[in-house]
Each structure stands twice: as C-alpha cells, then as structure tokens.
C-alpha cells in the first residue's frame, strides 16, 4: 500500500507564502515523477508542477516564477514553496506520485487527499 499525504495548507494574505509538502509512505520500488496540481472552485483540475525522476521541473504559466517544486529524495518528499500568492491561486492542492510497487514493473500514478489553500484580504 502507497499512501500520499499533503501539509502546509491554510489561509494567507494576497502577496503572502506557502509551503506545501507531500510524503510517500508505505511499501514500494521507486517513486519516478512527483507533482502537484490544483483544482478551484467550479473549476477543472489543473497541473500545477511536476518534478521528473530525471530531475527536469515544470511548471504551469499561471505560477511560473512564483512557484517552485523540489524534492527530497531520502524522505520521499516533494514541496512546492509558493510565494506571492494570488486570489485566483485557491484551490484544493493534490500530490501526484508515479511510483512503482513492490513486485512490480509497472508504474503507477498515486494521489493525496489533498490540502486547501485560500488567499483571501
């Protein structure tokens, strides 16, 4: 059993900073690309950024520049440090992991709960 669970949401100030982080737990091989994406109210779900295995990043044009994803490769950790957040930026986030299982060669696409960030005045 893999399991993703995301931290670090809440309420922050337009122009404010958040810092978000997913953890991967359980049994498994690998874990290849990580990321996030979001999905806003009466909104479809949008990818946000995306960290590859090979270490190249992603990012969606609406957070270029004001985002950034790393990882942690020992805890099996991805962050997403948001800063000079936006109204618009509301949203549910979810973690993504493609992360092969134990005694297995195919990959597998995992998701969070997901964590809630509003920027609001």
């Known amino acids: 059993q893999v399991q993703l669970v995301e931290t670090g949401g809440g309420l922050v100030q337009p122009g404010g900073s958040l810092r978000l982080s997913c953890t991967a737990s359980g049994s498994f091989g690998s874990i290849n690309a990580m990321g996030w994406s979001r999905q806003a109210p009466g909104k479809g779900r949008e990818l946000v950024a995306v960290?590859?295995?090979?270490?190249?990043?992603n990012y969606a044009d609406s957070v270029k520049g004001r985002f950034t994803i790393s990882r942690d490769n020992a805890n099996h950790t991805v962050y997403l440090q948001m800063n000079s957040l936006k109204p618009e930026d509301t949203a549910v986030y979810y973690c993504k992991g493609v992360i092969r299982p134990l005694a297995r060669s195919i990959l597998y696409e995992y998701w969070g709960q997901g964590t809630q960030v509003t920027v609001s005045s």
């Open positions: 960290f590859s295995d090979g270490g190249t990043t």
